[in-house]
């Protein structure tokens, strides 16, 4: 009689545990990726949360290559990301879980080229930022500006803001040798806002403290600063969307229901409010 009761003991005692367990893991979603999406990110998070307070969301950065990663190692629930997936990574995806992430377009973004608040050039073509970033312009009197040499400051290479920039703005050529590179955004705009000589790119949102110049496809093109309007009808040379990546096997219950809020009309709002850019109608939930 003793032992059936101290084996009784034990099985409630497993049993209990394992619905500690299963309730620790339910309604958890971990997010994982883009520095520029972890500031919408987290405001998305938390405003998610004080309305559904059974789910917990945990959200860090480290830049859209390391989301992927983790994404295919299956050590974050949800990548965010500031380029679109390669053929590569989707290939190494299929092999994680047989099958290409899903992707949610969730934001539009007006990629900004941020200078000094003491800068006096206010606008450049395309074609001039890329030779500043490339190296090939280092004096700002080059392109209107003073006589003085352009300090460049740029994203680490696991970024997909930094390959987005690589990509469509220097036409796939490296970035100048002497270009400091940051650990994100934020401390790129930290720079800039600190170095009058100083240049920078990144989300719209990050804007404080420096100036995002009017940008100019062409010589004869007019400069476009990069609201909302202008990136919606497309007139602003340099916008993108925001992504997000997500295993399709766990694309259901809490995860599911956090996608389509996030593009639904209120998590659409929170996107304004940080300072990005709602997605159109036809991609809203």
């Known amino acids: 009689m003793k032992n059936m009761t101290s084996n009784l003991l034990r099985c409630a005692s497993l049993a209990a545990a394992l619905v500690l367990a299963a309730s620790a893991q339910a309604g958890s979603i971990t997010v994982k990726g883009s520095d520029t999406l972890v500031v919408l990110a987290q405001k998305w998070a938390e405003t998610y949360m004080s309305k559904h307070p059974d789910t917990k969301i945990q959200v860090t950065g480290g830049g859209t290559g390391t989301g992927l990663a983790a994404l295919q190692n299956k050590s974050t629930d949800l990548c965010n990301a500031s380029r679109k997936i390669k053929p590569t990574e989707q290939a190494t995806s299929i092999k994680a879980f047989g099958k290409r992430p899903t992707e949610y377009k969730v934001c539009l973004d007006g990629l900004s080229v941020y200078v000094s608040a003491d800068n006096p050039v206010k606008e450049l073509t395309v074609a001039q930022i890329a030779d500043i970033f490339n190296g090939k312009t280092t004096n700002w009197k080059q392109v209107g500006g003073p006589d003085a040499r352009i300090t460049v400051y740029s994203r680490e290479n696991s970024s997909g803001t930094y390959e987005f920039f690589k990509e469509h703005v220097l036409s796939g050529k490296d970035f100048a040798a002497s270009a400091q590179t940051m650990p994100g955004t934020a401390a790129v705009l930290q720079a800039v806002a600190k170095d009058k000589h100083g240049i920078g790119y990144g989300g719209a949102a990050y804007g404080a403290g420096a100036k995002s110049l009017k940008i100019k496809k062409d010589d004869a093109s007019p400069g476009v600063e990069p609201t909302e309007e202008n990136v919606i009808k497309g ?28 593009r639904g009309d209120e998590g659409q709002k929170v996107v304004k409010d940080v300072g990005y850019f709602p997605l159109p109608k036809e991609f809203r939930k």
Do not use: E, F, Q, S
């Open 235 to 262: 007139t602003y040379p340099i916008w993108r969307y925001l992504y997000i990546y997500v295993n399709p096997a766990l694309d259901k219950g809490d995860i599911a229901n956090y996608l389509n809020w996030l």
